[in-house]
């Protein structure tokens, strides 16, 4: 076969490609390999309006060309070697209390290590209102959020075995491991400027329980039915509830008590001002217990109450134009209160009171009787009896209809 001059053979030409190819992602490669990673920041902590604070970051990979990264901010090292940095974190971060995202980068190349943080803390020690979800089945990893202040850079400390946890700036990761003793454990929680085992008035307890098992519980004493709402502490508050005297009958109460999950032990409490049989509940953003409406059967009640667990007592709070069925805390901190069977009413824990919704939100032409949930983002999702569903959505006031289940399955 004669080639034309000037054209190299096909097979010279792809393996050229391929070469060049091979080259081009060795090289890549290799760069990624020779990137920075970072192990850790000493020291990780300073107190809000320190002055510059002098660290050394630990880990492989440094070269004449890495720099310092704090919350987006470029700092050159004044010292370097292949495995620690020296940099200066000026006083300007210092201004409040805040976890700075630290990391190691490289100039040239761009790449850049794994995240560190360097926790600006309160000189207060840190103050726990509540601490969810307050226990882990065994063998698994849950999430806990703690609400409070002054928690940047907390650590837990657990009085048992077999519990360990990853923290991070807004949960933290808690580990439970197969073998973990069952039962309650105290929690500790400190940052640099003090220490806490209170979770709101109580100690801050996390309990193992087994996967699928039920334990026995004392009763509550007195009463039936009650409405039940878990505390900020972890803590089971139930309100009003029935009680049944044979030749008499059943009757509404207006008695509290409490639920401890550490102790397995009930404890009373402020009773109601009226007293209240299939009542709804929601705990308050505040630690507050808003309860409202149940009956006394004879007739529904629209009244509403507010627990204060500090006082162990209930101050009666605005009235709603039907009984209530069914009540959800939304994001924005007001409670939803479903009425009678497709209204709502908003309770807003500022100012009392509750304000009736517009009609055409959860009244809808031939929905029927509705039950709603809340759903992750904040909507609502309503479901009827007649199997049609919808959600609403606060944010633009709109009601949209879904496929029904049936519709689904077809």
Same mark, same amino acid.
């Given at each position: ?245 044979? @030749?008499?009958? +059943?009757?509404? !109460?207006?008695?509290?008590? =409490? /639920? $401890?999950?550490?102790? #397995?032990? %009930? *404890?009373? &409490? ?24 149940? @009956?006394?059967? +004879?007739?529904? !009640?629209?009244?509403?109450? =507010? /627990? $204060?667990?500090?006082? #162990?007592? %209930? *101050?009666? &709070? ?93």
């Amino acid at each position: 076969m004669i080639r034309k001059p000037g054209f190299p053979p096909l097979c010279l030409t792809v393996c050229c490609f391929f070469t060049a190819v091979v080259f081009i992602l060795s090289n890549l490669l290799n760069a990624q390999s020779a990137g920075p990673t970072l192990q850790s920041i000493v020291p990780n902590s300073a107190p809000v309006g320190s002055e510059a604070v002098t660290v050394t970051l630990t880990g492989s990979g440094f070269t004449d060309s890495s720099i310092v990264v704090v919350q987006g901010q470029r700092l050159e090292p004044i010292s370097r070697t292949s495995t620690n940095l020296v940099v200066v974190i000026p006083s300007d971060f210092f201004t409040s209390s805040v976890s700075l995202n630290v990391y190691v980068a490289d100039s040239v190349t761009l790449m850049g290590s794994q995240l560190v943080y360097f926790y600006v803390y309160s000189p207060s020690p840190p103050k726990i209102t509540s601490m969810i979800p307050a226990g882990g089945l065994r063998g698994t990893t849950t999430f806990i959020t703690l609400t409070g202040t002054d928690l940047t850079g907390a650590t837990f400390t657990f009085s048992g075995t077999g519990v360990s946890v990853v923290p991070s700036r807004v949960q933290v990761e808690v580990t439970v491991a197969p073998d973990a003793p069952l039962g309650p454990q105290a929690v500790t929680i400190s940052t640099p400027s003090g220490s806490t085992n209170l979770c709101g008035l109580r100690q801050c307890m996390f309990t193992v329980v087994e996967n699928g098992s039920w334990s026995e519980l004392s009763a509550q004493p007195s009463a039936q039915g009650g409405t039940p709402i878990i505390l900020t502490d972890g803590r089971v508050l139930v309100a009003g509830g029935t009680s049944f005297t044979p @030749g008499v009958g +059943s009757r509404a !109460l207006s008695t509290a008590q =409490i /639920f $401890d999950p550490s102790t #397995g032990q %009930w *404890s009373a &409490t402020g009773s109601l001002n009226i007293a209240r049989a299939g009542a709804v509940g929601s705990l308050l953003p505040d630690g507050r217990v808003l309860v409202a409406g149940g @009956g006394d059967f +004879s007739t529904g !009640l629209l009244t509403a109450e =507010i /627990f $204060d667990p500090a006082s #162990g007592t %209930w *101050s009666l &709070t605005g009235s709603m134009t039907a009984t209530p069925s069914k009540a959800l805390m939304l994001p924005n901190g007001k409670v939803l209160v479903q009425v009678g069977h497709f209204a709502a009413e908003l309770f807003d824990p500022l100012t009392g009171r509750f304000q009736t919704l517009p009609a055409i939100a959860f009244q809808p032409a031939g929905i029927g009787d509705v039950r709603m949930e809340l759903l992750s983002d904040g909507r609502i999702f309503l479901v009827a009896r007649s199997g049609e569903i919808r959600v609403y959505d606060f944010a633009t006031g709109t009601l949209s209809t879904l496929p029904s289940r049936g519709e689904a399955d077809a």
